[in-house]
């Protein structure tokens, strides 16, 4: 824990904290040389788009002599951020929802039949998959990213962007209004030990305003030891 510099929980905690770091960096028989700030830049601008409702991009930041010379990393022009709201859910996973539409989603185990590789093979053997539904406004295109672990969880990251109606030009102009609309990105996450997938996206498809997204189990599937790094598309 590494807490405000002067606070009372940093004062508590923050000598600690710098030791076990230092001690990490000692045990660490492979040493790489790494530039501090841009690692910092880059990790900020990777993990905002989980927790802010708008992502910091990377060319968003001043210049490297800039922070340098105060000491400080800061943005080139001063920006709005706003927290998404954090919901813990029954299974004591923390989802961030942000401030607009918001996509409802399940997923659950199902069999599918299974494609025969071999002519000895029997014609009704299943193949277990992941499969994950997702309700969509119409008119959206959903980027699905890749993959990724953090902790002991799975992550399979979703965005896309519902937009208004041409009509009214302004939501302020609406006598009510209940609907929500704005960028959206779902992040659907569950125990890796639970459900070893594979990480290649078995099948995706949108019907009737419902994404549909298939991946293969693989029980002989290692637990990986991947962290968060910045989202592909695919």
Do not use: H
Not at 7 to 26: C, M, R, V
Not at 55 to 77: A, G, P, Q, T, V
Not at 96 to 101: A, I, V
């Amino acid at each position: 824990m590494f807490a405000a510099d002067g606070s009372d929980a940093g004062n508590f905690y923050n000598k600690y904290t710098l030791n076990f770091i230092e001690e990490q960096y000692g045990d660490n028989w492979k040493k790489e040389a790494f530039d501090v700030i841009k690692e910092i830049k880059s990790k900020i601008s990777e993990y905002s788009r989980r927790y802010l409702e708008q992502k910091i991009e990377s060319n968003e930041f001043r210049s490297d002599e800039d922070d340098l010379n105060e000491k400080l990393i800061k943005l080139k022009e001063e920006k709005e951020l706003s927290l998404k709201e954090c919901i813990i859910d029954e299974m004591g996973f923390q989802t961030f929802k942000m401030n607009g539409f918001e996509p409802q989603y399940n997923y659950f185990i199902n069999e599918i039949k299974k494609e025969k590789e071999k002519e000895n093979e029997k014609e009704n053997e299943k193949d277990k998959i992941l499969e994950i539904r997702v309700e969509l406004p119409g008119n959206v295109v959903p980027k699905i990213l890749p993959v990724k672990y953090m902790g002991e969880n799975t992550i399979i990251g979703i965005e896309g962007e519902k937009k208004k109606d041409k009509a009214p030009k302004n939501i302020d102009d609406n006598i009510f209004n209940s609907r929500d609309f704005g960028k959206f990105f779902v992040e659907i996450q569950f125990k890796t030990e639970d459900y070893k997938i594979k990480t290649e996206l078995k099948k995706s498809e949108v019907k009737k305003g419902i994404l549909f997204l298939q991946y293969d189990i693989d029980p002989e599937k290692k637990e990986e030891k991947i962290e968060l790094k910045e989202e592909d598309e695919i």
